[in-house]
């Protein structure tokens, strides 16, 4: 079965710049999480969807970040504008259900701002 | 919010060794999950062991839970240079959204 893809997988901005990051998780699969992976800590998750609706947002900053699963399928998160501390890693993974089952994680998009 | 931390940070070992990696977390969980983030990738899903399991087994590797001391162990055996990796705990709350609070990481050396 494919995984969960994600693109771009690099992407260098310039701060006050906008981005966007696409995902599409495993076929079949109703939840799907944003993570945020800064060098050296652990994913912290910035926004869950189960199907095409938010369930926990609680984390996403969102005067600058905004993320859609329109149709309950792909999911795009956006960043506008960039500030230097978004440079980090943006995993984005799904699971069957959310509650007791694995997460399976796309490659990541590795978000630079200069 | 930070959930989960890890102990020791690093761990350096030789091939064939066993390794041992702790985690220890603060509030009630429903299950305990482990991942493995090799350099510059995803992460893999290893092992999940509910609040009511206090062991877990998975071919090289074995999990431990106690809950009463809100702390969990992996156990990797007989490792390989393949495992060299960054190892992570994530705790599912008993909330409904089964949302996961990861730790910050052990990372893993294994010499050849």
């Known amino acids: 079965e494919a995984g969960v893809a994600q693109s771009p997988r690099y992407k260098i901005i310039e701060k006050r710049q906008s981005v966007a990051f696409w995902c599409n998780p495993i076929s079949g699969h109703a939840t799907l999480y944003w993570y945020q992976q800064i060098l050296g800590q652990g994913p912290k998750l910035l926004i869950q969807f189960q199907n095409n609706g938010v369930v926990d947002d609680s984390q996403l900053p969102k005067d600058r970040f905004s993320a859609e699963r329109l149709k309950g399928v792909d999911s795009t998160l956006k960043i506008q504008p960039a500030k230097l501390e978004d440079s980090a890693v943006y995993l984005c993974?799904?699971?069957?259900?959310?509650?007791?089952?694995?997460?399976?994680f796309g490659p990541g998009t590795r978000l630079t701002v200069l | 919010s930070q959930q989960g931390e890890e102990d020791p940070q690093a761990l350096s070992i030789q091939e064939g060794e066993n390794a041992t990696m702790n985690c220890s977390y603060k509030?009630?969980?429903?299950?305990l999950q482990w991942y493995r983030q090799n350099s510059g990738r995803g992460l893999v899903h290893l092992i999940l062991?509910?609040?009511?399991?206090r062991e877990k087994h998975s071919g090289r590797l074995r999990v431990t839970l106690d809950t009463s001391k809100k702390s969990s162990s992996l156990l990797i055996t007989a490792s390989r240079a393949a495992d060299t990796a960054s190892y992570f705990c994530?705790?599912?709350?008993?909330?409904?959204?089964?949302?996961?609070?990861f730790g910050q990481g052990t990372t893993l050396q294994v010499k050849p």
């Open positions: 993974a799904s699971s069957l259900a959310p509650l007791g089952n694995e997460q399976f």
């Open positions: 062991i509910r609040s009511n399991e």
């Open positions: 509030t009630s969980i429903n299950n």
């Open positions: 994530a705790t599912g709350g008993s909330g409904n959204t089964g949302k996961l609070i």
